[in-house]
């Protein structure tokens, strides 16, 4: 089985490019972040005919979750349960959603910006960090195979981002983060990706500013955290750096990992 993650950044302004990437990818099941589309605007019908079952969430032109699956789609949850919220009044926003798919939960996330080191929004990151991890360790501690894919909004590690001088006063990188994205791997979740793409240079986001992509001035901040028993699964794994490229991209590239039965 092979699954997938990724950012696109705008279904509706991405989605022939997606379209054409399951098809040439022939990934089982897809987890997508910042889809920008309210449910009623998802193109549920151009998924479908490709074969793929579809669960979606989106509640205006912001962020926004996918989870795709030509394997099944089960129990499919909206959210999880003690995320923080955000706005006045607190609310959650539409950043999480989960599915069982061919026997493994799969879990579509889009982790908060942060914005700025001392923006409310960083305390807002950290907290539904951890409150995350704290629901991730329940759903793996019966043994399931759980995926936690999306963008984490974080680089953790010196070598994924192309400046740690231009990065030192800025989000993605700092201790805090970091260590809220260690959490996640003390608890026995596994970065199954990095093993069979290793760094350094090794991005999976390119800004569209500056010449960032042709300048190889990226970040890798979208990942595939899986708990023991979907590790032990895991046959290999690559980023799709060529679907950053040409018209009409987005700025993440897709990162596919595939599980032996």
């Not at 907290?127 to 909004?153: F, S």
């Not at 003390?186 to 199954?192: A, C, E, I, T, Y």
Request: hydrophobic share 40%; net charge negative; glycine share 8%.
């Amino acid at each position: 089985m092979r699954i997938a993650t990724w950012n696109v950044n705008s279904i509706r302004s991405r989605i022939d490019r997606v379209e054409a990437w399951l098809q040439r990818s022939e990934v089982d099941v897809l987890a997508m972040q910042e889809t920008k589309a309210k449910d009623e605007q998802f193109p549920y019908d151009r998924f479908r005919a490709l074969g793929y079952q579809v669960a979606h969430h989106g509640v205006n032109q912001w962020n926004g979750v996918a989870i795709l699956s030509r394997v099944g789609l089960d129990d499919v949850q909206v959210g999880f349960d003690g995320d923080p919220g955000w706005g006045e009044p607190l609310a959650a926003e539409a950043r999480s959603i989960g599915a069982t798919c061919g026997g493994v939960r799969m879990w579509s996330l889009y982790v908060p910006n942060g914005r700025a080191l001392d923006d409310p929004h960083m305390a807002y990151k950290l907290a539904w960090l951890e409150r995350l991890r704290d629901r991730a360790l329940e759903w793996a501690e019966d043994g399931t195979p759980v995926a936690l894919c999306g963008d984490w909004n974080i680089a953790p590690r010196d070598e994924d981002v192309w400046s740690m001088e231009y990065f030192a006063d800025k989000t993605h990188v700092s201790p805090p983060e970091r260590a809220a994205f260690q959490a996640f791997l003390d608890g026995g979740f596994v970065d199954v990706v990095r093993p069979h793409a290793p760094g350094p240079g090794t991005y999976t986001y390119w800004d569209y500013q500056r010449l960032a992509f042709p300048k190889k001035r990226g970040m890798r901040i979208d990942f595939v955290l899986g708990s023991p028993a979907l590790a032990e699964r895991v046959a290999g794994a690559a980023i799709d750096r060529e679907e950053r490229k040409g018209t009409g991209a987005s700025d993440h590239a897709p990162v596919v990992v595939q599980l032996d039965a």
